[in-house]
């Protein structure tokens, strides 16, 4: 059942992949007819590739739930692999509605980044810890990941429009901070890159150090490291000396990951740039000569419609609700808890500036991804540095 579950998952990523393909089809075919034209059949068979891609990865779901007894959301791998799902599902939703093969190429990748990121992770299914014997797990988590999923979709849709709206042919402020996130992605790329070279070679160190709670433990490095463990000491002979020390309260081992992502990332954005000889942001730009500004912008804003109750009722409300039943409080200034509330707050701001202050158009692209990086700020720094009763996440 596990090794179907794999097989399952890794269809759906091929399948994404192919999809990504043909959406980018749909939107170059010289016979549209106009900006509002519907689907091409390169966007017809383009969403069907993904509507099945989306059955294997429910199938993937599924499978694993039976296998391990229950959801599968309850570590790094696993709630990774079911926001990517989600998000996929949400675009199949706004598809349909909108018809809109353009938003597949900027969502459907981001899908991709999120299957290869959990990839690195490890998929072993593992009892529950007692903290998440509840069926709140299922209840918190999983609604959580779905409202930052329709969210993601407003990411998709504001890049969209940035590219499209952004005048790619000179430098300036807005074509510097469009060009920030398109390295933020290979930066994504970056660390899928180098945890798979370093798994190839099965890179492994072994360090003795002490813990926020003064007791020494062991742990293992799965890559050279560059940050070494709260008063650590080296065991396996022959790897490499930490560069610097870092306190117990941040997670070394994990902050090590982060910094060799930004290392490799840095070099691989080097290349495409050396590659392209010119701006990521103005490469794809003739891709999206046909969309229209308005349909993309009333898309991120019914994604943050709906996707912001969803999130508020997963991450704050339901969460609070487990937390007063597992650790007797409501609230406990958690990182993780923090960044909910951020995004929460940040949303709502969001909401307010465009009822109130007629934020539309690229204020609004750039509010849907700053509000993205807000997300997977909480998704991969929180969990995967800072130190809190969320770690088990990591």
Known sequence: MVSLSQNLLHAAFFLYLAATVLFAGAIKDKRAKSKEAGPNKWGKLAILITLIGF????GYFITRWIAGGHAPVSNMFEFTTFFGMSLVGAFIVIYFIYQTPFLGVFTMPVALLLIAFASMFPNDISP???ALQS???????????IGQAVLAVSFAAGVLYLVKDIDQTKPSKRTFWLEAVMYGLV???????????????DYKAEFNWIDKGDQQVKVEYNMPALTGPHKGELLTEGKFDPLVEMPAIINAKKLNTVIWSFIVGSILY???RLILRKRIGAAIQPLVKKISLDLVDEI???????????????ALI???????????????WDPKEVWALITFLFY????????????????SAWLAVIGFAIIMFNLVAVNLILAGLHSYAG
Do not use: C
């Open 128 to 130: 529950l810890i007692p």
């Open 55 to 58: 059955a294997s990865q429910l």
């Open 135 to 145: 069926e709140w797990l299922y209840i918190h988590v999983t609604t959580a990941a």
């Open 318 to 332: 339901f969460a609070m609700i487990w937390a007063q039943i597992a650790w007797t409080r409501f609230w406990g």
């Open 187 to 201: 930066v994504t790329l970056g660390f899928i890159i180098i945890s798979s070279v370093f798994s190839a070679m």
């Open 348 to 363: 709502a701001a969001f909401l307010h500036l465009r009822l109130s202050k007629g934020w539309h158009g690229e204020k």
């Open 300 to 314: 991120g804003y019914r994604s943050v419609l709906i996707g912001f109750p969803i999130f508020t009722l997963g």
């Open 270 to 272: 080097a290349l495409i």
